[in-house]
């Protein structure tokens, strides 16, 4: 049986100050994974990530005030893909992100509670050192206000545009002109 050599104080004290340095680098590490978990966590922006094949397993505090899923319920729900208005969609961008490919675009989801949301999808693929898929990632912006904002506008300038017609008709009351069976437009 070979003996063991103990080592000098030289190497113990070089083996204690290897250690200490990786205690602080784990350290370091440690306290960026918390900011990044922190920044995630408390981003206004709705986040949610599924493993690579499909399986919902975390989204922040955002995601659960606009979907109104727990993490449990959305997974028991289908996942990711059962917030889509159109599943056709939703195979879409799961398809490409599963391939690699940025998906990004407005699209329409529902919550829990059945709430039609006008959302603009930010969707990637997570992937490791070496460019292996390890994750699905999207980022959702709840922009149905903004929707129903540029909607209201759009009517507003179709109806601007139908009353310059109609006022623009010489010596006619606008509503004679635009409303009786008499009048013909030149």
């Not at 997974?75 to 391939?99: C, H, N, Q, T």
Request: proline share 2%.
């Amino acid at each position: 049986m070979a003996k063991l050599r103990k080592p000098t104080y030289e190497e113990l004290e070089q083996r204690v100050t290897e250690l200490e340095e990786q205690s602080l680098e784990f350290t370091e590490r440690k306290k960026d994974l918390l900011r990044i978990t922190k920044a995630i966590e408390d981003s206004s922006e709705a986040i949610g990530m599924t493993d690579t094949q499909g399986n919902h397993f975390y989204h922040n505090r955002a995601f659960t005030q606009l979907f109104e899923y727990t993490e449990e319920e959305l997974a028991a729900a289908g996942g990711g893909p059962a917030l889509y208005a159109d599943a056709d969609v939703a195979k879409e961008v799961f398809g490409s992100i599963m391939r690699g490919i940025p998906w990004e675009g407005d699209t329409e989801m529902i919550s829990k509670g059945g709430r039609r949301l006008q959302v603009y999808l930010r969707a990637n693929a997570i992937k490791d050192d070496s460019g292996d898929i390890v994750g699905l990632i999207g980022f959702h912006s709840d922009i149905t206000a903004r929707k129903k904002a540029e909607e209201e506008m759009l009517l507003k300038d179709i109806y601007f545009a139908a009353s310059h017609i109609c006022v623009g008709a010489p010596n006619m009351l606008w509503s004679d002109y635009c409303f009786s069976d008499r009048n013909e437009l030149a």
